[in-house]
């Protein structure tokens, strides 16, 4: 095991902690930009590193295809070829699965895929993405898993979560530096709570350095969502991190850490950037409008980043439809927003000012007091009153106690080797 993960703070289930890797001290909670071929689309790693960014993630998959971990790893791996003196996470290249399955084939053996570059069939076994991910070398790595999308039901939910776990054990065998690099599991089994808890219960046997919730995000109703994570996270080890896969959303990230969970990533800040819209407190601007053409104001006001010392919205607007420059601007903005984020998730928790934060952050998204059930439904459950942030009205379904009760910690399983 290459990592050390020390709790430094609490609120309930939520935790602010530092996570030591081989290549950098991280705070937690925090977001993870997607670097998916050894790039953040239009940003440098200085720029990266002056945001605050702790971890950025690569794709097994892509970088596989091109430049090809081979030439990678002969160049002295992914850090030093891309000049990124910090943590690293490559993703297995599972996702593919979804994103890419009209040109995939999944049996046992691993997955078949048509090679986007070629149109050759490419075949990635549990033991070749794991020897990748070696040969690239980041400081987390990740087991190839079989994933599913959330809104499939029937057997093949099933049959995908017991693969999941007959593949750890080949990635575990597979591994060749485990001293340097770090396995983390992905816990499966879509939205049936036992199957779930089999595959948590399974993957905590196998005392892995971290855990993974995959197979969300993928248009499942949020009610649902967060459920999972609820589960998930009161059943993994307290000792661990816990990592919400394809997660970005801000407001999700703050109900998942309320919930207990880590680490996040997603390419939604700068995806959205590229669209010309920027994430601010009260949720999102949109600089393609044409309102923004005469806006003398920054993006956000109360941030302190680059491009809202120096830009105003007229100057971005007429950018973002026609320069690159536009969405290289707002993917600054956007990222430094996400580590300010997480950046504030982590003080909250440790200065015992994490409820306080959870409503001044709802307050200023919701001003007319509109909070999503959803997230009403989840501070329940994560012990943190939004009461002052809702606007009393008698249309919400209610959570009954006895639904409530059974997401609670103290009644899920534990790894009796937890603290």
């Known amino acids: 095991m290459a990592l050390r ?21 991280c ?5 993870m930009p997607v670097g998916t071929q050894g790039t953040i689309k239009g940003l440098t790693t200085q720029q990266l590193e002056e945001i605050g960014c702790q971890i950025i993630l690569g794709n097994t998959y892509h970088l596989a295809l091109r430049p090809t971990s081979e030439l990678i790893d002969e160049l002295g791996g992914l850090h030093k070829f891309m000049n990124w003196p910090r943590a690293m996470l490559t993703d297995s290249g599972g996702f593919q699965m ?3 399955l009209h ?31 070696n040969r690239i070398g980041a400081d987390i790595i990740m087991a190839l898993d079989d994933v599913v999308r959330t809104t499939i039901t029937g057997p093949r939910i099933e049959e995908a979560m017991y693969r999941t776990l007959r593949w750890i054990d080949r990635c575990i065998a597979a591994h060749k530096r485990p001293h340097e690099q770090n396995l983390f599991g992905i816990v499966q089994g879509g939205l049936d709570p036992v199957l779930r808890d089999i595959c948590v219960r399974g993957l905590v046997d196998r005392n892995l350095p971290g855990y993974a919730i995959g197979g969300l995000a993928g248009g499942e109703d949020k009610d649902s969502f967060w459920r ?3 589960q998930c996270t009161a059943s993994l080890p307290e000792d661990k991190p816990r990592y919400v896969m394809g997660v ?46 005469d806006d003398t104001r920054p993006i956000d006001p109360t941030c ?24 290289q601007l707002l993917s600054y903005h956007n990222l430094y927003y996400m ?25 200023r998204m919701f001003p007319q007091g509109d909070v999503p059930q959803w997230v009403c439904n989840a501070m329940e459950v994560a012990g943190i009153d939004i009461s002052s942030c809702c606007a009393p009205f008698t249309t919400r379904n209610t959570v009954f106690s006895d639904e409530i009760s059974s997401l609670k910690p103290q009644n899920s399983c534990k790894n009796p080797s937890a603290t």
């Open 5 to 25: 993960f020390e709790i430094m703070g609490r609120f309930n289930r939520a935790r602010a902690a530092q996570l030591t890797l081989p290549h950098f001290t």
């Open 27 to 31: 705070q937690t909670p925090l977001f």
């Open 98 to 100: 979804v994103s890419l």
């Open 103 to 133: 040109l995939a084939d999944i049996t046992e053996k691993g997955v078949t895929f048509q090679s986007p570059v070629d149109g050759k069939p490419m075949l990635l076994t549990p033991e070749e993405s794991i020897q990748i991910q």
């Open 228 to 230: 999972v994570v609820a």
């Open 248 to 293: 970005g959303y801000p407001l999700d990230i703050v109900v998942c850490s309320a919930l207990g969970a880590d680490m996040y990533d997603c390419v939604y800040p700068t995806r959205t950037a590229r669209f010309g819209t920027a994430l601010i407190p009260e949720g999102v601007l949109k600089l393609k409008h044409q309102v923004m053409a």
């Open 304 to 327: 302190d980043c680059m491009v809202c010392r120096n830009y105003t919205r007229a100057y971005i607007h007429c950018l973002v439809t026609k320069y690159a420059m536009g969405s």
């Open 339 to 363: 580590m300010k984020l997480s950046r504030d998730l982590h003080s909250s928790i440790v200065q015992g000012q994490f409820p306080e934060f959870v409503r001044k952050f709802l307050q």
